[in-house]
């Protein structure tokens, strides 16, 4: 009921400056204060600071406020030891020289031949080095 009374006078008095702003001839500063001093009223008409205040000194609602932090803790530990896990396992198949996340050789073969198209755009003699050669003049060309 306090807290109620006192929003209330809030905006009373945010209304009252509102007032003296305008008769100033700052009508925009005056709505802009009106604006924010109706913020007040408007919480306690829609019953969102009894609501507050309930749950600020409500057991039950500081024991709910434990159990979502319990939560989230155990969702941010559980991710962390995801990713520790998936680090690890990188490691490991770095070590048996096995790129992470490959697919299997067989799967990784085109299933079908490289027709036409395959065998004009590659001439016999190309190497690999030849490949790139167009590449390397154009970072040449910028400098790289």
Same mark, same amino acid.
């Given at each position: 009921?306090?807290?109620?009374?006192? $929003?209330?006078?809030?905006?009373?008095?945010?209304?009252?400056?509102?007032? !003296?702003?305008?008769?100033?001839?700052? $009508?925009?500063?005056?709505?802009? !204060?009106?604006?924010?001093?109706?913020?007040?009223?408007?919480?306690?008409?829609?019953?969102?600071? &009894?609501?507050?205040?309930?749950?600020?000194?409500?057991?039950?609602?500081?024991?709910?406020?434990?159990?979502?932090?319990?939560?989230?803790?155990?969702?941010?530990?559980?991710?962390?030891? &995801?990713?520790?896990?998936?680090?690890?396992?990188?490691?490991?198949?770095?070590?048996?020289?096995?790129?992470?996340?490959?697919?299997?050789?067989?799967?990784?073969?085109?299933?079908?031949?490289?027709?036409?198209?395959?065998?004009?755009?590659?001439?016999?003699?190309?190497?690999?080095?030849?490949?790139?050669?167009?590449?390397?003049?154009?970072?040449?060309?910028?400098?790289?």
């Amino acid at each position: 009921m306090l807290a109620e009374t006192i $929003f209330s006078a809030v905006s009373v008095a945010g209304l009252g400056i509102a007032a !003296i702003t305008a008769y100033r001839k700052r $009508f925009l500063a005056a709505a802009r !204060i009106a604006a924010y001093s109706l913020v007040p009223i408007g919480l306690v008409m829609t019953g969102a600071v &009894e609501w507050a205040f309930d749950t600020a000194f409500s057991p039950t609602a500081w024991a709910g406020f434990g159990v979502l932090g319990v939560a989230w803790l155990l969702f941010m530990s559980t991710r962390a030891v &995801e990713r520790r896990r998936s680090g690890r396992q990188e490691a490991v198949q770095a070590e048996k020289g096995e790129r992470p996340g490959a697919v299997a050789p067989s799967a990784s073969a085109p299933s079908l031949g490289q027709g036409r198209r395959g065998a004009a755009a590659k001439p016999q003699g190309s190497t690999a080095g030849d490949d790139f050669s167009d590449i390397e003049a154009i970072l040449k060309k910028h400098g790289i």
